[in-house]
């Protein structure tokens, strides 16, 4: 069973029980209400109908009834209004003679309070009192007191609606009028239920297609691209925002896929990269010890210390790069703390151009400093950003030729000190620029590499700055160099 027919059909079965609990209750409310209604203005009617009874004649004199005013009075009532039942009560309530044929009345006395709060004035109509032909049911009625000599003899009770009056309103329930108005009901009832059916159908039928949709999004199909829920209008309802919701989703696990195909790329040419990056000083390495090893005899000093001095180079270039793997590693790790200290960046920055002044001057390359006056004082661990402008400098020197230069640039506003390494080497084309704070990412067309340099550096840059919630970004143009820049926060709060 499909989930969207199965919540249809739990639709229509609420529907059903809702429009049939709604027409036995419309129908118990009519027959209420018009009963009520009925009664009410019977009781109006006849409201002042004991009282005039009374005063045709005296019903009790002396403790004593009447018997034959009692007849007359029965007997004109039967002649008029049939449904009209009489009872005469003493004071407290008791039966003392009915209109009624012998054996049908069941009670023998009946209740005063009715008759009590019936003489009241700011009495509420309907009013009902019991109904002596039976033991349970009520009904309306008009009552009025019987005195003599300002005594109280008893009461005249007049049941208004007697067993007549019930006949005939049964044989009205079968009737014709009743039975069309009953059917009126039920066809009103039936189309409302049809109505809803067809707009439960008409409502559900976009969840209908959204459900198709996820159902084929969540099989085998081959091209996933196209599964999408079409948002058509301004609607603003749940599906509508569940088709949007899914749309968002599906793109998001699209795009993660993507991710994770570029990924999986990565870590294979990462892995091939590693294991090139230490093949190479290890075999190098092995094979100019082994041969120290094998000819040591033949060799003279100079060819053993020209053997020893490559050996150191390639064990050298081997501990950078298994250091710089073991840092990446270790600032990837999520035990990775650091230490937040005012320090001044522009003496930093001239510690560590000094020490790469000699080198500079070597490649014939000119080292320059820009610094803004009055820097204040930057925010961040001293010992990383250190690591970070000795890569950057490095990198800029690394890709710079002869004759060029390298600028480091710092200015400040109110919450950051920039610092820009400006190279005015061979540049780096616009398409890798996205990648080059991967990790072992070369750009072996563009620019020179050594294989002192496994592509790290900027790695581990940006890495350190995402620790103190900076970027690092990076602009170039071919064949005029390139521009790596960052921030450091001047507040302690930035990194809080």
Known sequence: MKPVDSLYRKMALLLFILVLALGTSFFWLMNYSTELYQQEVSQKLNLGLADQLVKEAPLIADSKINQSALKDLFHMLMVINPSIEIYLLDPGGKILAYSAPEGRVKREQVSLEPLQEFFLENRELPLLGDDPKSLGSRKVFSASPILADGSLQGYLYVILGGEAYDNIARRISSSYVFQVAVWILLGSLSLALLFGLGGFSWITRRLKVLTRIIQAYSSDAADKTSLRYEEKGDSADEIHLLGRSF????????QQLVELKRNDAQRREMIANV???????L???HGYIETLLLKDQDLDASQRK???EIANKQSSQLIRLVSELFELAKLD?????INVEAFSLAELVHDVVNKFRLRATEMDILLLVDCAPSLPFAYGDIGLIQRVLDNLIENALQHTRARGQVRISLTADSGHISVEISDSGCGIPQEELPYIFERFYRLDKSR????????????????ILDLHKSTIWATSKTQQGATFGFQIPVTAGVHT
């Open 247 to 254: 749309n968002q989703m599906a793109d998001r696990i699209e």
């Open 275 to 281: 294991s090139h990056d230490l093949r190479t000083p």
């Open 283 to 285: 075999t190098s390495l």
């Open 306 to 308: 020209q053997y020893l």
């Open 333 to 337: 790790s999520c035990e990775t703390l």
């Open 448 to 463: 020179k590499t050594t294989d002192a340099h496994a592509g790290l550096g900027l790695a581990i840059a940006k890495r």
